[in-house]
């Protein structure tokens, strides 16, 4: 049972469109839900987390929408760049993030020039 | 965020030894896991390492073939017991919650990744 589903797998943008990646869960259970981003060959870097008490966290062009309704958050990086092509992995643990996290399946970014 | 620092960072083992990877972090930590990524595919929790006693691993990971180690704050081994090329893989230490206060903005929730040992298993 894949408890966070991610999606698009593959996602083309041009350069300062907006990149948007969405991420469902399942597990009500889920109280903390960071973003990575990977670089071939390097492990995941954090680039933005959020708790289900706000609806939306903002940092730098990164910004994550989180929907606890409806189970849902999408991360949005505004004015892409070409160094921004990488793989993002949505997540989710539970405790306040004091457990280990349950991946989505990654979305593998390429902004075009 | 903790500088974590893992060996080897590649290795290419025959079918049937063990390898074991280590996983050293600059200040002490609470928490420290064990996750596989295999090729183009996602992260997959194997372990949470205990401090002083077993770890606690998840469903469809076993101690016999995985066992890890972490006998302090700062350090921990995963080792790869009988491999086989399906073990064939992405070993990523994960640590969170710095124990000696820190000006930047790091609390108990950031998981924060080593670089990962590519283990290939001919």
């Known amino acids: 049972q894949q408890q966070v589903k991610q999606s698009p797998q593959s996602l083309i943008v041009q350069k300062g469109g907006i990149s948007i990646i969405n991420c469902a869960y399942e597990n009500t259970a889920f109280d903390y839900f960071p973003w990575y981003q990977q670089f071939p060959g390097k492990g995941p870097a954090l680039l933005i987390a959020?708790?289900?008490?706000?609806s939306e966290k903002k940092e730098g062009r990164f910004t994550i929408s989180f929907n606890k309704s409806a189970k849902q958050f999408s991360l949005h990086i505004m004015d892409s760049q070409p160094g921004d092509s990488a793989t993002y992995f949505c997540a989710a643990s539970i405790g306040g993030g004091a457990d280990g996290l349950t991946f989505g399946k990654g979305t593998h970014l390429i902004i075009q020039p | 965020s903790a500088v974590i620092s893992q060996k080897p960072s590649r290795d290419i083992c025959q079918r049937g030894t063990s390898l074991t990877i280590q996983c050293q972090v600059d200040?002490?930590?609470?928490?420290m896991f064990w996750y596989r990524q295999q090729p183009g595919q996602s992260l997959t929790l194997i372990a949470t390492a205990n401090q002083g006693s077993e770890a606690t691993y998840e469903s469809g990971f076993v101690i016999d073939k995985f066992p890890i180690s972490r006998p302090n704050l700062t350090f921990s081994t995963l080792t790869v017991s009988n491999m086989s090329p399906e073990d064939s893989s992405i070993y990523l230490c994960?640590?969170?919650?710095?124990?000696?206060?820190?000006?930047?903005?790091?609390?108990?929730?950031?998981?924060?990744f080593g670089q990962g040992t590519r283990l290939t298993v001919v």
């Open positions: 994960s640590v969170k919650g710095k124990l000696v206060p820190s000006k930047d903005s790091s609390g108990n929730t950031e998981a924060f």
């Open positions: 200040s002490q930590v609470t928490m």
């Open positions: 959020i708790r289900p008490d706000v």
